[in-house]
């Protein structure tokens, strides 16, 4: 509680102060989840302070711009310029997106004060937002045709320098070769071995600027990095689930969004890995599934009519990601040779990925299980000063701490 605090900024809440000091997309949806407990008028801000930075084509920034805050982040507003590309909200704003993870969360508040939430019209404002978001992920993203999302940068995904995105990032240019260095204030703020590295960001802002200087508009053919990500996509599905039942609240019909969650269950089907035993993003340039298990391949776990379920829990529970053994859930496969227990989204667990599958085992009755990794990330995070990821083989904490969606989820599962 005392984090969600000290870490609020106007109406929404810093993922961190340093490290993070602006408003981000995901972080936002997680922060509300546990905000609502405490304040779920807070939490209805929250949201929509976020959804108010809307673009005209019903994108959701992945980064919400502080001006004041520009010289402590990078990429940030004065290199986006998002207020020079038509349809870009009054604030400034990132281009990217991040995991759509906004109508689950929505729902949530609302359910926690319905009577606050209907007073103040929190739902009825909310839903054409939310419609108009996953429309622009249905009309503008699918990338490779097959009714799955595609993202255009490594951000998108939420897990920057997952190992899945290694083969795509490889050829990618890197803005470093015969330009200047990359500006890297998050170092201030973290231990360079904990963050993704030199090469990988020149790579990011490589794509960053490219996507910008087409004006965000998503029809690049020549883009280099076009990826189906399984988690951002079963997510998305999952949020067609929490939009049926949004509907139903207020009125309207559930089926629709009930029909696109089976169809976006079924389009992940060809991401499928036997080898692996999860799910796995797929290069849309080369059409190659890149053969890394990693916390994104669980993650549709979350849908119900799920075809691959059984074999997701055995991976869940087998050697790759240790369930009940692990500290929490590691981002990424303990048996891979370049599984690094310390850096990012490299092996560290998340309480957000770990916050999923949580629910996701609520959902299919594994219920000891899900009480014990919840017991677990909320032991974790009260130990380590809600740390933003830790090692998942001994819980030493790393990045930065006080981390905001660390300490909401936290709540959330306490309650
Ligand atoms: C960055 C804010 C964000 C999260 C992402 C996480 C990280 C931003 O922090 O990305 O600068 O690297 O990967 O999921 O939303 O907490």
Request: overall charge neutral; proline content about 8%; hydrophobic content about 40%.
């Amino acid at each position: 509680m005392e984090v969600l605090l000290r870490n609020r900024a106007a109406l929404h809440t810093l993922p961190a102060t340093g490290l993070y000091p602006h408003q981000w997309s995901w972080d936002s949806a997680f922060t509300a989840i546990g905000l609502r407990h405490v304040s779920p008028r807070r939490a209805q801000q929250e949201l929509e302070s976020l959804l108010g930075a809307q673009w005209a084509d019903g994108r959701l920034p992945q980064i919400v711009f502080d001006r004041q805050r520009d010289e402590d982040y990078s990429p940030g507003a004065a290199f986006w310029r998002s207020e020079e590309i038509p349809g870009s909200p009054a604030v400034p704003t990132a281009g990217l997106v991040q995991p759509p993870v906004h109508a689950r969360a929505a729902l949530a508040v609302h359910r926690a004060d319905e009577a606050e939430s209907r007073r103040r019209g929190f739902l009825e404002r909310a839903h054409p937002r939310l419609l108009a978001w996953h429309g622009y992920l249905r009309t503008r993203r699918d990338r490779g045709g097959r009714g799955l999302a595609s993202i255009v940068h490594p951000w998108e995904s939420g897990m920057d320098n997952s190992p899945a995105w290694d083969g795509p990032l490889s050829r990618v240019p890197d803005v470093r070769a015969g330009g200047p260095g990359v500006p890297r204030p998050d170092l201030r703020h973290a231990d360079p071995s904990e963050r993704p590295s030199n090469a990988e960001y020149g790579r990011y802002l490589h794509l960053a600027a490219r996507y910008r200087d087409h004006r965000c508009d998503d029809a690049d053919a020549g883009h280099e990095f076009v990826c189906e990500d399984p988690a951002f996509n079963a997510l998305w599905a999952d949020a067609e689930l929490a939009m049926a039942e949004v509907a139903a609240a207020l009125g309207g019909d559930r089926a629709p969004h009930e029909a696109r969650a089976r169809e976006l269950t079924a389009a992940l089907e060809p991401l499928f890995s036997p080898a692996l035993g999860t799910y796995a993003a797929r290069d849309v340039r080369t059409g190659e599934l890149q053969r890394v298990a990693t916390v994104a391949g669980l993650l549709p776990l979350l849908l119900p009519h799920l075809p691959r379920a059984a074999e997701l829990l055995a991976t869940l529970r087998g050697p790759r990601f240790r369930l009940g053994t692990a500290v929490m859930v590691p981002s990424h496969d303990l048996t891979a040779a370049g599984f690094d227990r310390a850096r990012y989204w490299r092996g560290p667990s998340w309480s957000s990925t770990t916050w999923l599958l949580v629910q996701a085992l609520r959902g299919r009755g594994a219920v000891a299980e899900a009480r014990a990794l919840g017991a677990q990330l909320r032991r974790s995070a009260l130990q380590h000063g809600f740390a933003e990821y830790v090692d998942p083989i001994d819980g030493t904490p790393h990045g930065t701490r006080a981390f905001t969606w660390t300490a909401a989820l936290a709540l959330d599962l306490e309650l």
